[in-house]
């Protein structure tokens, strides 16, 4: 029978209706067998290929000087570097100039390496990447939010082979952050404490939707998770922005990230995914209420207009059994 779950975290409901779902194997679809050249002249992400891109803004080098991983503009960036954001109102409309700045994370020289089949080392170099340019744009005048993001696969929206996440440093909050951010307030208000951190401990002890734990973070599925496989990596100890993660931490978390992927690639059949990290907003560090996470959504199911229409999702897998599957996956 379907039931509605809550998410006090998003405030989202979720239809769980696994009677609607095909069998779990029905998801698996066949891994697309794209051989991929370990170089692509015309790449403007492969080694050899950087005057492709705008001018380089931070690099991981090897002891030979070639790069590992590598940040540049990004090229068809949707901000634009106005000092002012220059609001107007004309009426009940207003605007401002889309200040901001956009990135690209390139995560690997070699064309042919997915995130999925990258070393937990190399995933290490790439996660400490993430945090120096959180660093960077952190300081933007202008920056309210910064969102760190990969696109896995075309479902997900990734348009270039080549492996590569994205940083955007917006000079906006969106309604679901502040509308997140009202709630997590309200939670320490009224209980006292961090929701997320609340959040965690009962699914801890719950146990059903856990994926793995470790010393520093634990992943698992959202009680009330939007989409099969959807998945949370949460840092055990509280911590606000995703900059207070240390050089320990991230290691730890590149094997658990490693992991997951991977696991989620033999039990799913290779579907895509948007990974994201969930940090507080600028401007919100110092009051400690929010709590920064990793986000892994899996593209098997798509929105339709009951979603768009309602704002409600409905999972046609639940949760504890996608979490037992992932569990199940030999590495
Ligand atoms: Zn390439
Ligand atoms: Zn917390």
Request: hydrophobic share 40%; aromatic share 8%.
């Amino acid at each position: 029978m379907s039931e509605m779950r809550f998410n006090p975290i998003t405030l989202d409901w979720v239809v769980m209706a696994p009677e609607r779902a095909l069998r779990p194997d029905d998801f698996v679809r066949a891994a697309e067998k794209l051989v991929r050249p370990q170089h692509r002249d015309g790449c403007p992400f492969c080694t050899g290929n950087e005057a492709l891109t705008p001018a380089e803004i931070a690099r991981t080098s090897a002891a030979d000087g070639s790069w590992l991983v590598r940040v540049v503009p990004n090229k068809y960036s949707v901000f634009n570097a106005a000092q002012d954001l220059q609001r107007k109102k004309n009426g009940i409309f207003r605007s401002m100039a889309a200040a901001g700045v956009h990135e690209v994370v390139v995560e690997h020289p070699r064309h042919d390496v997915d995130i999925c089949d990258m070393s937990a080392e190399h995933l290490t170099l790439v996660l400490r990447m993430y945090r120096e340019r959180y660093q960077a744009l952190r300081s933007h005048p202008l920056v309210e939010s910064i969102v760190i993001f990969k696109n896995q696969g075309q479902r997900a929206g990734s348009s270039l082979e080549h492996s590569h996440s994205q940083v955007m440093a917006a000079p906006v909050l969106s309604s679901q952050v502040i509308m997140r951010l009202q709630e997590a307030r309200r939670f320490h208000e009224l209980e006292g404490g961090c929701l997320y951190c609340a959040v965690m401990r009962e699914e801890m002890l719950a146990e059903e939707r856990i994926i793995e734990t470790g010393a520093s973070f634990v992943a698992f599925m959202p009680y009330a998770a939007l989409s099969p496989y959807h998945t949370w990596i949460f840092p055990c100890q509280h911590q606000t922005a995703f900059d207070e993660i240390s050089d320990e931490e991230i290691v730890e978390l590149a094997g658990m990230l490693s992991r997951l992927l991977r696991r989620l690639k033999a039990a799913a059949g290779a579907p895509d995914y948007n990974i994201t990290i969930r940090s507080a907003p600028v401007g919100e560090v110092s009051s400690g209420c929010f709590h920064w996470y990793l986000s892994v959504v899996s593209r098997i199911s798509q929105l339709a207009g009951f979603e768009l229409g309602s704002g409600t999702y409905i999972n046609s897998m639940r949760p504890e059994r996608c979490a037992e599957r992932l569990r199940e996956v030999a590495l």
